[in-house]
């Protein structure tokens, strides 16, 4: 067994949160509101896993399973600047898919391996990793056969982690809106299909125009415990 690999946030409230940061043979799954820091996060992520290890990066490259449209790459620019490193050799360290249906982003997964290997990917993300569920799948009706193929993805996000000792940063959006399958607005949509596979459940919140609040949900060694950090040109930052 290969041993745990861990990736910095570049923020220091997020990484003493975590322990240090991100895990690889792990999901981290990161569930919030719009506009709570999540696809910002997830482009942070993109910078910190290609820094060498000495500065808490793994030297990696990263595979993006973009399932809205968000990644940005003016953004991982931007990021990258200010960290003194060179732009254009992170965007070719960042291989973005973009999934159009749920069938599409499982079948991402299910031919990644080959990538993955060739490009030393260290980090899969998976923002958001419900979206195209929730929209294709409405009503009560199509609930088992939703979760079903959400759940062979969350087992393959899964699976990958653990043969090539990736970490997985997987989001979901918080939903309080009448197609949610459930009543409390801080349960991530796909309950526990998503859950149960996560080692590391991250609760992002608003506090103010740019700060943010997160917190550290269910972890067996972790102190339920908060970090709060701001959104702005580092992506995440202190
Ligand atoms: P959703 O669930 O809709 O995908 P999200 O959690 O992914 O939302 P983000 O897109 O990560 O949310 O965050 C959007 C917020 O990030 C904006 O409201 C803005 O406040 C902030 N933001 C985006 N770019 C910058 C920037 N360059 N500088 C500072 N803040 C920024
Ligand atoms: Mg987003």
Request: proline share 3%; charged share 20%; with cysteine.
């Amino acid at each position: 067994r290969q041993s745990i690999g861990m990736i910095t946030t570049g923020t220091d409230a997020l990484d003493a949160l975590l322990g240090g940061g991100i895990e690889t043979q792990a999901i981290t799954e990161v569930f919030g509101e719009f506009g709570s820091g999540k696809t910002q996060f997830c482009h942070t992520m993109c910078v910190t896993t290609q820094k060498p290890k000495e500065e808490g990066g793994l030297g990696g490259g990263v595979m993006y399973i973009d399932t809205e449209g968000t990644f940005r790459p003016e953004r991982v620019v931007t990021i990258a600047k200010a960290n003194n490193m060179d732009p254009a050799k992170l965007l070719d360290g960042i291989i973005v898919a973009r999934a159009y249906n749920s069938s599409h982003q499982v079948l991402i997964l299910e031919e990644a391996g080959k990538t993955i290997q060739e490009e030393n990917i260290k980090l899969i993300i998976s923002d958001s990793t419900t979206g195209l569920f929730r929209s294709e799948y409405l009503g009560r009706g199509t609930l088992a056969s939703r979760q079903q193929k959400l759940g062979r993805y969350i087992r393959l996000l899964a699976r990958i982690a653990e043969t090539y000792n990736c970490a997985v940063l997987a989001t979901n959006q918080v939903s309080s809106s009448p197609d949610s399958f459930f009543g409390d607005p801080t349960r991530p949509v796909g309950g526990n299909v998503v859950g149960h596979a996560s080692t590391y459940r991250i609760y992002f919140r608003k506090g103010g125009k740019n700060k943010r609040v997160a917190k550290i949900i269910d972890s067996p060694h972790h102190p339920a415990s908060e970090a709060v950090f701001e959104l702005g040109e580092r992506g995440v930052q202190d």
